[in-house]
């Protein structure tokens, strides 16, 4: 392995090439094996980078959490200065369900490592640390905008959360053609909409 | 295969034995041959009830969907005649979330199942009927629900429908520990306040 290449480009070509085995094939593919042969390096290359599958796979998972976050940061720049908090989360949400191809192998992703979680004791604490962070993020949003005024104060701001973060439950729907994008958008819009003054 | 064991009641334990290892193992130690294992029988045997993988699969989800909907039946049947059909939505979802062992099991079943749906087309085919086939139910007793005047004329019965299913989104969060099973049902009944009049 040549000293050039760097050591984080290679895991994230890696980590790329595991999002295809999850998407194309299915989480019952997903073998160090089979991500190598996808990433077009040996075994023992791979093993280089990580240890193991669960080393790997919460790699892949952190690197996706990366890209949504800056597929939602290049959305809030288009929002301009001083966005409504509305907005915000509407591009947040947007961007947690599979509504184009980068953000349907993130979610595919997420969906398959949160599977992985339940026999996996350390890809679980990795996957719940995640969760608490980003819930963490959403309720500070809500939380301000209750203190600004934007949503009333009779409202419970982590019950809000979670019934924020429930709207990613529209993902099997989409995922199997049951509704189209449009009504996920018009369903996170009327949520939205109740939710805000 | 001695002939009085009956065809449903050995496909079912069959079943039971591939939830265990969805439950247990994770989707990606699901082969014919661990299922088989689990359920203490031969290969050769398993293969004599489900000719492929898939078929198995989409089975042991059929069943899944079954003992969910007979247990929204059990839950239906204590809320006496005539029930609310706020308390109709309020057992249902319940139920589909993993908020007790059994429903845990079937929820698991239903995440990798919607995952294996992604690759491979005949399950892919089912999963979809099916899901249209639960969520035509909750639209049509949404549908019923604005004409009796429960909710208002104003809601969108499809919208209402698909933010009511993607409740089913607080499920990561209860499966890795980020939100306990009372926040849910209390985001459930949040919800369901704001829905009805």
Known sequence: ????VDHRDRRETIARALWRVVERRGVSQLTMRVVAQEAGISLGQLQHYFASRSAMLSFA???ASEQTSLRVGQGLTRLGDRPHPRDVLRVTLAEMLPLH?????????????VLEALHDEAVREQARRG????RALVEELVRQAIADGHIGPDRDPATETNL????????????LGVIEPGDALTAIDAHLERLFR
């Open 1 to 4: 392995m040549p000293k050039q």
């Open 61 to 63: 998972m952190d690197f």
């Open 101 to 113: 191809a980068d953000a349907r192998a993130t979610s595919r992703m997420s969906a398959a490592y």
């Open 131 to 134: 969760l608490v962070r980003g």
């Open 164 to 175: 924020l973060l429930a709207l990613t439950g529209l993902t099997p729907l989409l995922e």
